[in-house]
């Protein structure tokens, strides 16, 4: 069975340019995470999806964060415009509604702003 | 505000030894305490798990003890092997939100041979 499917693997841009990740979640999962992973503040929860609504994006780091789920098999994390601090791997994981806990995660995308 | 704080940020064991990874939270409300473990390049992967019920989980040589009243819980690695040099997360959720992760920081395991 696939995983969570999330594109691209690495990203490299410039200050100030538009980033989008994607992912595709695993088919039947009704909840979507977005995290985000540094050295210095771990993993952190962007935003969670249930149902393609998004539940709770308090952690989502100021608007020039977005983040949809037009339907249930894909979600994109838009940056605009993005910022050298912004360089960290952007995880998404997706989990299946009402089962405890467990999340399962893609592969990451790792994100470098120059 | 960090409610998991996770202990050591790095631990180096020799292979057969026993990796003792340590977890401590503030939220009464948790419920759910999994560990997830991530090898380099992959994301993280549910590893074992534990629910304030019980004070211990073992499955295989990987084992969860848990202290309600002191709000700690640990995972215990016997007989640790290379292949188990990876980065191990503790988490937490409350009360009917299994999956409202909070990851403690993390701890990078290297076992060597």
């Known amino acids: 069975d696939a995983g969570v499917i999330q594109s691209p693997r ?4 410039e200050m100030g340019q538009e980033v989008t990740l994607r992912c595709k979640p695993i088919s039947g999962h009704n909840s979507l995470f977005w995290y ?8 952190e ?17 100021e608007d020039r964060f977005s983040a949809k789920m037009p339907n249930a098999s894909f979600s994109t994390l838009k940056i605009q415009p993005s910022e050298p601090r912004d360089s960290a791997v952007y995880f998404c994981a997706s989990s299946p509604q009402a089962v405890s806990g467990e ?5 990451g995308s790792r994100l470098t702003v120059l | 505000q960090q409610q998991v704080k996770q202990s050591p940020q790095s631990l180096i064991v020799q292979k057969g030894g026993i990796s003792i ?15 997830y473990q991530q090898f380099p390049g992959k994301g993280p992967a549910l590893l074992i798990a534990i629910r304030p019920d019980v004070s211990e989980k073992k499955e295989g040589r990987f084992t969860i003890s848990f202290n309600k009243s002191a709000k700690q ?11 188990d040099s990876a980065t191990y997360f503790c988490a937490a ?7 409202m992760l909070t990851f403690g920081g993390g701890t990078r395991l290297m076992v060597k041979p």
């Open chain 2, 21 to 35: 990874i340590n977890c401590a939270y503030e939220n009464t409300a948790f419920d759910y305490f999994p560990w």
């Open chain 2, 93 to 99: 959720s409350p009360n009917n939100a299994g999956n």
């Open chain 2, 73 to 83: 819980f640990s995972l215990h690695i016997m007989d640790s092997q290379p292949g």
């Open chain 1, 103 to 107: 999340l399962f995660f893609g592969e």
């Open chain 1, 10 to 13: 690495h990203e490299v841009t």
């Open chain 1, 36 to 43: 985000r992973q540094t050295m210095m503040r771990g993993l």
């Open chain 1, 45 to 61: 929860l962007l935003i969670y999806f249930n149902n393609n609504v998004p539940i709770d994006d308090s952690g989502m780091p």
